[in-house]
């Protein structure tokens, strides 16, 4: 069966866009592009759709996004991808505001998708009835970059930089290593600040002052700078307090680093999924993990016999029988 035609929404910076079109790409889809929801064409003689969404790609007002979605999907019959399904963390006021969102979107397709158990778990428990596959993320596999050396060892947090993201923890932790060892490490950021977060971001600046900590934030990086960057830190890092499905796990296991994530249910259906790739440590011993990945770096990264599939062909295997045996078009 032909694969539906892919509908990109937003920049294609933003990492769900991206996303969509890797997966579009893999599947060898025809892709219409539109940088806003609400200017969106599809053409006439689309028979069938695949839309990657979350909230955030439907800025302005809810019930008008709404509105354009289901009138689309009464015209289009279209499956959904649903990104960073609603949690309890979100807290309790923007949790009831995303979740009715997200069931709306989700009744209104012929199919669903989510990324991990643990999101259809979370869209479950928000009240939907809806059946839900799961095809985890890839890890889209690149070219190693050269090795280079550091002057001191530098703890790396890769994404976006805003709130929940592990960023004041990695400060801290970092301060009680450097308190045990007699050294100076270092905290990078390799990402840009995610809109609205400039203040945020101006106060993790201050607690690195009040620490002691050097902290770095790189803005938004090219493939290329990424890998060396993230190839290049003595300790990666993934302290997500709010994870259900993560690129940045995955991008470090693109360059073959072995990340220290924060355990959770989905960082432990991560490392069932892809055993011997992540180290798990627990709230509040985050600096234990880095003082021990310190005295191993070997510890932080992946060897040639450790396996970091499923890769891009196999996650377009996994669409493809999906849309043939699953979905009611």
Same mark, same amino acid.
């Given at each position: 069966?032909?694969?539906p035609?892919?509908?990109?929404?937003?920049?294609e910076?933003?990492?769900?866009?991206?996303?969509?079109?890797?997966?579009?790409?893999?599947?060898?889809a025809?892709?219409?592009?539109?940088?806003r929801?609400?200017?969106?064409?599809v053409?006439?003689?689309v028979? #069938?759709?695949h839309v990657?969404?979350?909230?955030?790609?439907?800025?302005?007002?809810? $019930?008008t %996004?709404?509105?354009?979605?289901?009138?689309?999907?009464? &015209?289009?019959?279209?499956?959904?991808?649903?990104?960073d399904?609603?949690q309890a963390?979100?807290g309790? $006021? #923007? @949790?009831?505001r995303?979740?009715a969102v997200y069931l *709306? @979107?989700?009744?209104a397709a *012929?199919?669903v998708?989510?990324n991990?158990?643990?999101?259809?778990?979370?869209l479950?428990?928000l009240?939907?009835?809806v059946?839900?596959?799961?095809?985890?993320?890839?890890?889209?596999? #690149? $070219?190693?970059?050269?090795?280079? !050396?550091?002057?001191?060892?530098v703890?790396? @947090?890769? !994404?976006f930089?805003?709130p929940g993201?592990?960023?004041?923890? %990695?400060?801290?932790?970092?301060?009680?290593?450097?308190r &045990?060892?007699?050294?100076q490490?270092?905290?990078?950021a390799?990402g840009a600040?995610?809109?609205?977060?400039?203040?945020?971001?101006?106060?993790?600046?201050?607690?690195a #002052?009040?620490?002691?900590?050097?902290?770095?934030?790189? !803005?938004?990086?090219?493939?290329?700078?990424?890998?060396?960057?993230a190839?290049?830190?003595a300790?990666?890092?993934a302290?997500?307090?709010?994870?259900s499905?993560s690129?940045?796990?995955?991008?470090?296991?693109?360059?073959?680093r072995r990340?220290?994530?924060l355990a959770?249910a989905?960082?432990?259906?991560?490392?069932?999924?892809?055993?011997?790739?992540?180290? @798990?440590?627990?709230?509040?011993l985050?600096?234990?993990?880095?003082?021990?990945?310190?005295?191993?770096?070997?510890?932080?990264?992946l060897?040639?016999?450790t396996?970091?599939?499923?890769h891009?062909?196999?996650v377009?295997?996994?669409y493809?029988?999906w849309?043939?045996?699953?979905?009611?078009?």
């Amino acid at each position: 069966m032909t694969p539906p035609a892919h509908l990109l929404l937003g920049s294609e910076q933003h990492g769900v866009t991206r996303y969509a079109g890797q997966v579009a790409g893999a599947v060898g889809a025809e892709v219409v592009r539109s940088t806003r929801w609400c200017d969106a064409v599809v053409p006439p003689d689309v028979a #069938r759709l695949h839309v990657h969404l979350t909230d955030g790609l439907l800025p302005g007002d809810p $019930a008008t %996004a709404l509105r354009w979605w289901e009138e689309l999907t009464a &015209r289009v019959p279209t499956t959904l991808t649903l990104h960073d399904v609603p949690q309890a963390t979100d807290g309790t $006021a #923007r @949790l009831e505001r995303r979740s009715a969102v997200y069931l *709306r @979107l989700a009744a209104a397709a *012929r199919g669903v998708v989510c990324n991990s158990a643990h999101e259809r778990s979370a869209l479950a428990a928000l009240g939907s009835s809806v059946d839900v596959g799961v095809v985890p993320l890839p890890v889209v596999e #690149r $070219a190693l970059p050269a090795a280079t !050396g550091v002057d001191r060892p530098v703890v790396g @947090l890769l !994404g976006f930089v805003y709130p929940g993201k592990g960023h004041a923890e %990695a400060l801290r932790a970092v301060a009680e290593v450097d308190r &045990r060892r007699g050294g100076q490490t270092g905290v990078v950021a390799l990402g840009a600040v995610a809109e609205g977060h400039a203040a945020d971001v101006e106060a993790l600046h201050v607690l690195a #002052r009040e620490l002691g900590v050097r902290f770095d934030v790189t !803005g938004h990086l090219d493939d290329d700078e990424l890998d060396r960057l993230a190839a290049q830190v003595a300790v990666p890092v993934a302290a997500h307090r709010n994870v259900s499905a993560s690129g940045s796990v995955n991008s470090w296991l693109a360059v073959r680093r072995r990340p220290l994530v924060l355990a959770g249910a989905y960082a432990r259906e991560v490392a069932a999924l892809r055993p011997g790739t992540t180290t @798990l440590f627990e709230d509040g011993l985050l600096a234990d993990a880095v003082d021990a990945a310190l005295d191993d770096p070997r510890s932080t990264r992946l060897d040639g016999t450790t396996s970091t599939a499923p890769h891009l062909p196999d996650v377009a295997l996994a669409y493809s029988s999906w849309w043939d045996t699953e979905v009611s078009w």
